[in-house]
Structure formats: structure tokens, C-alpha cells
């Protein structure tokens, strides 16, 4: 026994705590080599030795003292090394395996980040993930700006800076860092305060991968009255210094002869004229002599001229509108027919842009083009459900078969653009469905199971409980995550070339999903920072009655825009049935105006979450379903009045400010009590009744007259006539005036009154722009006949 003692003594085991390297990466075709002894926790007496083995695209050993692996010739990825480290004598080994990166995605860069103070500070630091938030001391650099440089691979790095003065410290977030993360539970009253102690959110700090080269829009000029565009582009090299290799020059899908003798000293001048009236888009490509790609530059610009804020939105939605191609016609097995696909495609809503554009439709929304899981899903009122909808994503790329395939969708947009309209699609950024690759690869990229239509949680929880038990709710406090889907987002709207993204579901994203989508589109869509002035327009839903939450989502950097649902909600009962007066749809009109700080909003007289007009107008709301199934579908109304209204209710939207919204079937007066019924199938030309027809006709005269008289879009708005059941109002700027009038009571009224106070000429014939009648004016007053239930939209001739 004593023996035994005598021999451990002289052999005290000392086990063994293997280390990942920090950054494990290397350049194409570099072998890449670290030193064993940084591989070890800790000094030890007695020799290690070790073992490698690596992943197919990775040859390694051990040689020297070092640790070496070479990548495949002409490789780039990432692929594993597994290290073994055993003492010779006494003692545990331990076996470390970790990736090697090779190329692209993996370089550590020297990363300034940089913070002009606030409060005066003796001292300030920056913490964040990249120092597992301890404090890392800053150099003032003069002119109160503090800096440090950070060796940090490409990732996202949330921070915070802290200000010291003396003993006491104040931590904020960098105003001088476009984009933010929040954590949980933060403030939605003070996320973006960058203030030391303000209550602010986290910096986001995005560091590209530094080994390639880097293509940057330093000036964009869109002459539009000259029909050309003139642009400089920089190049910088990335970290291997090669020069430039290979350009490639587009526009509009066709190549331009590549510049010659262009070496990156000096910024590349481009200069393209004669260009024809519409959508242009130019790509430049480039890669440096080592074959490595930077980003590509992408930029979309129209010369027409038009503004968002004159124009008028049209939702087709794409099952339900125009089936034409049959061929793609398919049932996915739901319980009832309406919650099924019923053969709508793109195919269809090409076949029918000649319609819409004479409607006077300048911006076309479609839906979420991306592919969406087979079969039926879920339960409600009795009955399964398709992804005939579009807001059960699978993937990020390949597209829904029942709606056509990249070709048909390109096709569709070119044809758009070609008749001078935008084009949004949904983007579905706040969850997946179960089959999308994210949810079994990512399971931790999402919130925990709560069912949003449980224990309140729509308005309790509305950033992350999950619509349904197979759409997992993404985490936007993630990096990861905000990184991933947005990188998604803009690289879909860069490759389907669209204008703009209806963007789903608003309330249920944090904050920093807007701003920081939006920092991507101004840098990368709009080039704003080079003076691009194209505005890619995001509108968002958010279906609350409260005009602050709406608000909070829109700005410079946050969304364009929203749907205004508290005017909607006034706007359809002051017509629908006439529970709100006249002198309370102005009031929400002026209340909006006050809420929204001149953004062009989305009003709108229906959708796919609300029941149809004239449904309402005939039999009032209804909702999904009774007594534990749908109900069965509303049928057109037995009367004349329900389409009267709808008219009215165009003529007042159509004629006052912003982006105003038709849902398919709206501009005919198509019935339907709320989801799924209302959205039957549209209806055209011989399928409509003599009333539906009636509603077409006026809709296309309103579409048509806010095209000519742009004053009716975006003009000054006066009251000229106020009354309970009759009301007049006067649109005008610089470039015109007209007269509107809404009658909803059930006898004809004739109005008169004065025209110069109200900022209208005097004398002459004003034109029923509705009607084509001709009215004469008496000197300073004007005399008008407003039928029961009917409008007036005049211009003076």
C-alpha cells in the first residue's frame, strides 16, 4: 500500500481542456495553421500529444508545434477539424471540434466603431456581445468623438455605449448606429432614446466579411426631364488586395458594353440617356482577380415622374382573382371548397392589367409569391385551410406552384411596369410555417408556443405569441435573426424587382424590424445616402382601431406608411349604414392627418380580414361563422341602396389624400361576410349585374380623374358645403380646383353657394366629371343638383 502511494505521487495527473481558436478562418487555396499550446486551457509539465482529423474538403496534421489544415484547390466554406489531446502519462484528454472557414463569410476585420458624446464624459467604454458585455475603453480622438478598433468576424454585435463621469456610469445606444436590437420586454416608449439613460435599445453593429471586395453607389442622378441617369461607383478591394477582375454592366436585363481600363483608383462614371418614359433598373456586377464577388449594386428608378401619393392601389389577390392557367389548377383537400385553391394565378392577373389600368390603377399589390405548404391545415369554424392565402411560407425562394414559376412572375411585373404601374407583394416577415427549412434547422431562432388567439394574447403578447400551432413566431431579439430575415427580404425584392412591400402583420415584430429593413432599402434599394430619391414604398397592417400604435411603426426610419384602419372603420359606418355623420368622418379624416405626420397612408373600404361593403350596408357584420361552421356565402344584395352607398364611399376616398386601396371585387361591389367569404371569386365584364357594372363605372371615372386632376390626390382640402346627411368640399393646388359633393340621404337637394371664398373661380361652366353635365356658374355662385344618394365631382372647363 505504501508502495502504491509512492507511485501516484510521482505521477500527479494533470488533465487536459482544449480551446477554440478565435476566428478559425482562412483565404481560398491558404493553408491555415495555429499554434498547439494555444489550443490548451492551461500550461502542463508533461508532453501532449495530438491527433487531427477533418471534414472531405480539409487535409490536417500536426507538425512543428502547430496545428495545420489546406482546403481543397479552389474550395470555399466551411467544414470541421476535430483536435485530440492526451498526456503521455496520468491524466484525462479532451477532444475540441470546430469549424474552419475558407473564403468568404469568415475573415475577422479590423472594425472602427465610433460615438460623438452627449453628456460630457470623463471616459467612455463600449460593451457588447463581441466583449461579453464588459467595457472596452474608447480613444478620444478629438471634437468629443470617441473610437476603437475591434478585430471581429462578419456577424451581428448588439452594444451599448457607456459614458463615465467619475464614479457614476450612463449607458445608451449610439445615435450615430443605423440600426438597433432589442431584448425582451424592452421599452416600445423609448427604444431608439440614444440618450445615456434614456432607455434605449441595443446598437446593432453589422460587419461584412472584410476578404471581399466591396462595390459602393457614391452619386446617383435621375434626370428625368432629360430621360438619363448619371452614377459613380467606387470600388475598394477586400482583404487580399486583388485588383479588379471581371464586370458586368446591365440595364433593364440587357448588357452594356463592360468599362474598360476601370482599375478602382477612381470612381466609375456611368451615363445612360435616352431613356424611355417608365421602370428602369441597372446592375452592376463585379469580382476581383482572385474570382471573389462583391455585392452586387441594384438600382430601380422610374422616369415618369408619378408619386406614390397620386396614385391608386389595387390588391389582386392572386387565387381568387383571374384563373389563366388551368393547367396549375389543383385542390389541396380542405373541408370546404372556399378555404381551397380555386385556380387564380398570375398568369390570370396578366390577362387582365388592361382592366385595371383602365380603372386608373397606378400600383398593383399581389400576394406573397412564395411557395406555401401542401395539404389542409388547422381548424376553425369546422373547416381546414390551404395556403391558397400566401401567409404560410415554406421557403425563401421558390415560388407557389398553383400561382406560376419565376418566369410567368417576371413576366408579370415587366408587364406592370410597362403600363406604368408599381408593384408590391406581401412580405410575411413575422413567421414561417412548421415545413420552412428555418423551423427545423433554427428551432431556437423562435418565441415559445402561445397561441395569439388564447388568453388575450393578440393584444398581451402580440410580439410573440404564434397565429397558429404550425406558424412558429421568429425572435427579432436575436441578431441572428433580424440579420437573416431582412437579408432575405431585401434580396427577394432586389430579384422579383418590385417597388415596394406590403408588409404583414406589423404589431407583431418589434420595432427594430422596420427600422433596420429600412436602413437596407435606403442603402441598397433607394441609395439615399448617394442621392437616389426613388422611394420603395412599405405600407404595413396593422389591424387596430388606436392611431398611436399605428403611428409608432412609421417615420423616416421605420415604415412609409400604413393602412389607415381607424378611418376605415368611420369611413364605412358613415356610409355602410350611417352610424357615424358626416361631421364625424371629417373628424377622423383630420384626426388621421394630425396622427400620421404627412405620411401617404392607405385608406381603404375593405380587405381580406374585413367583411365586404356591400354586405355590410345589406345585413350588417356578420363575422366567420355560426354555430361552429362557415357561413354560407353571401349573396349579392336584392336592392339598388347597397351599391348606391359603395359609390358614395368611392367618391369620398377617391377624392381626398393619400394611397386609397381596392381590394379585388370591391370596385364592383362583390359580397362576402369575413374571412374566407370574403373572397369569392372576381367577377368580370358579362358576369356582372346592371348594379355591379354601375359601381365599375363610377369607380373607373374616379380612378381615371385622379390621374388628370392630380389635385384631386394630393390637394388642399376646404369644406364648401356641411350638413348632416350632404357634404361639399374643395380640392385644389397650384395647378387646379374641383368641387365635391356627396348626397346620402334618400332625396335630391339643391345646393348653392358662393365660389371665390372658397379659393374657386368665379363665372364660367364647370363639368360633372361623373356624369359629363355641364353646369354654368352666376357670377360668384354656383347652383348644384345633387340627386338622392348620388356625388358630384366637378371642374371648372
Keep these: 500500500m505504501l508502495l502504491l502511494t509512492a507511485l501516484f505521487a510521482c505521477c500527479t495527473p494533470e488533465d487536459v481542456t482544449l480551446v477554440a481558436p478565435e476566428n478559425p478562418w482562412t483565404d481560398r487555396d491558404q493553408v491555415w495553421t495555429v499554434s498547439l499550446d494555444s489550443l490548451v486551457a492551461s500550461e502542463h509539465e508533461r508532453e501532449l500529444s495530438f491527433a487531427a482529423t477533418a471534414g472531405e474538403h480539409l487535409t490536417v496534421g500536426v507538425q512543428s508545434g502547430e496545428l495545420y489544415a489546406i482546403p481543397e ?12 489531446a492526451d498526456p503521455t502519462r496520468c491524466g484525462e484528454g479532451d477532444t475540441l471540434r470546430f469549424d474552419l472557414g475558407v473564403g468568404a463569410l469568415h475573415g475577422p476585420c479590423e472594425t472602427v466603431i465610433a460615438y460623438q458624446e452627449q453628456g460630457g464624459p470623463d471616459a467612455v467604454s463600449v460593451a457588447g456581445s463581441f466583449s461579453d458585455w464588459g467595457p472596452l475603453a474608447m480613444e478620444a480622438v478629438g471634437g468629443g468623438r470617441w473610437e476603437v478598433a475591434l478585430p471581429l468576424g462578419p456577424g451581428a454585435y448588439p452594444y451599448k455605449i457607456v459614458e463615465h463621469h467619475g464614479a457614476s456610469e450612463s449607458w445608451t445606444c449610439n445615435p450615430g448606429e443605423a440600426q438597433l436590437q432589442c431584448d425582451p420586454g424592452y421599452d416600445q416608449s423609448a427604444w431608439d432614446h440614444c440618450t445615456p439613460g434614456g432607455g434605449g435599445c441595443n446598437s446593432l453593429l453589422v460587419v461584412r466579411d472584410c476578404a471581399l471586395p466591396v462595390l459602393s453607389m457614391d452619386e446617383v442622378d435621375v434626370m428625368r426631364e432629360a430621360d438619363a441617369v448619371e452614377l459613380a461607383v467606387s470600388w475598394q478591394a477586400g482583404s487580399a488586395g486583388d485588383a479588379i477582375g471581371a464586370v458586368r454592366l446591365t440595364l433593364d436585363g440587357q448588357p452594356l458594353s463592360a468599362p474598360d481600363g476601370w482599375t478602382g483608383e477612381a470612381p466609375l462614371r456611368i451615363s445612360l440617356t435616352d431613356l424611355s418614359v417608365g ?10 482577380a482572385g474570382g471573389r464577388q462583391a455585392e452586387p449594386l441594384y438600382l430601380p428608378f422610374w422616369t415618369d415622374g408619378r408619386r406614390w401619393d397620386e396614385g391608386l392601389l389595387y390588391y389582386a389577390f392572386v387565387d381568387r382573382f383571374e384563373d389563366g392557367d388551368t393547367a396549375r389548377d389543383a385542390s389541396e383537400g380542405t373541408t370546404h371548397p372556399t378555404t381551397d ?17 383602365a380603372l386608373g390603377v397606378t400600383a398593383l399589390w399581389l400576394t406573397a409569391p412564395l411557395d406555401n405548404p401542401s395539404g389542409a391545415w388547422g381548424s376553425k369554424c369546422g373547416a381546414t385551410f390551404s395556403g391558397y392565402h400566401g401567409y404560410w411560407p415554406v421557403s425563401d425562394v421558390a415560388l407557389e406552384e398553383h400561382f406560376g414559376d419565376e418566369a410567368v412572375l417576371a413576366e408579370l ?22 415545413e420552412h427549412p428555418l423551423w427545423s434547422e433554427h428551432p431556437d431562432w423562435f418565441n415559445p408556443q402561445q397561441i395569439c388567439d388564447n388568453d388575450g394574447n393578440w393584444d398581451r403578447i402580440p410580439q410573440t405569441c404564434w397565429f397558429d400551432s404550425f406558424l412558429p413566431d421568429l425572435d427579432y431579439t436575436q441578431p441572428e435573426v433580424l440579420e437573416h430575415r431582412l437579408d432575405a427580404a431585401v434580396a427577394q425584392a432586389k430579384r422579383w424587382d418590385v417597388d415596394g412591400f406590403r408588409v404583414d402583420a406589423v404589431k407583431h415584430m418589434p420595432h427594430p424590424v422596420y427600422r433596420n429593413l429600412q436602413h ?17 414604398y412599405t405600407v404595413g397592417e396593422t389591424f387596430d382601431g388606436d392611431r398611436g ?27 355602410a349604414d350611417d352610424s357615424s355623420s358626416l361631421r364625424d368622418l371629417e373628424a377622423a379624416r383630420l384626426a388621421s392627418e394630425a396622427a400620421y405626420g404627412g405620411a401617404t397612408m392607405s385608406v381603404f373600404l375593405g380587405n ?12 350588417g357584420a356578420w363575422g366567420m361563422c355560426a354555430d361552429g361552421a362557415l357561413l354560407s356565402p353571401a349573396v349579392s344584395p336584392s336592392s339598388e341602396v347597397p351599391y348606391r352607398r359603395l359609390m358614395l364611399a368611392w367618391t369620398w376616398l377617391l377624392a381626398h389624400d393619400g394611397l386609397p386601396l381596392i381590394y379585388y371585387g370591391d370596385e364592383v361591389g362583390l359580397p362576402g361576410h369575413n374571412d374566407p367569404d370574403n373572397r369569392q371569386l372576381m367577377r368580370f365584364d358579362g358576369e356582372l349585374s346592371g348594379w355591379e357594372a354601375m359601381v365599375h363605372e363610377h369607380v373607373a371615372r374616379l380612378g381615371q380623374a385622379r390621374q388628370e386632376y392630380p389635385w384631386l390626390a394630393s390637394g ?15 380640392r385644389s393646388s397650384a395647378e387646379g380646383e374641383a368641387l365635391v359633393i356627396v348626397n346620402r340621404t334618400s332625396e335630391g337637394r339643391t345646393l348653392e353657394n358662393g365660389l371665390s371664398w372658397a379659393g374657386l373661380p368665379a363665372g364660367g361652366t364647370w363639368e360633372d366629371l361623373l356624369t359629363d353635365e355641364a353646369l354654368h356658374a352666376d357670377g360668384d355662385r354656383l347652383s348644384v343638383w345633387v340627386p338622392a344618394m348620388s356625388a358630384r365631382v366637378l371642374v371648372p372647363r
Design 73 to 84: 484547390a479552389g474550395w470555399t466554406g466551411t467544414d470541421y477539424i476535430e483536435v485530440t
Design 608 to 619: 381580406h380580414d374585413v367583411e365586404r361593403f356591400v354586405t355590410v350596408a345589406e345585413l
Design 341 to 357: 385553391y380555386q385556380g387564380g394565378d398570375l398568369r390570370g392577373v396578366i390577362d387582365r392589367l388592361d382592366d385595371l389600368d
Design 413 to 434: 411585373i415587366d408587364e406592370a411596369h410597362a403600363r406604368g404601374m408599381r408593384v408590391l407583394v406581401d412580405w410575411v416577415g413575422n413567421h414561417v410555417h412548421s
Design 549 to 575: 400604435l399605428i403611428a409608432s411603426f412609421i417615420g423616416d426610419d421605420r415604415l412609409d406608411a400604413q393602412f389607415d384602419f381607424p378611418l376605415y372603420f368611420t369611413l364605412r359606418s358613415a356610409f
Design 716 to 730: 388642399d382640402t376646404r369644406t364648401w358645403w356641411e350638413e348632416d346627411g350632404v357634404w361639399g368640399w374643395v
Design 279 to 288: 421602370r428602369h433598373t441597372v446592375r452592376l456586377e463585379a469580382s476581383d
Design 520 to 536: 437596407r432599402i435606403a442603402e441598397q434599394i433607394e441609395h439615399r445616402p448617394a442621392g437616389g430619391d426613388e422611394d420603395f
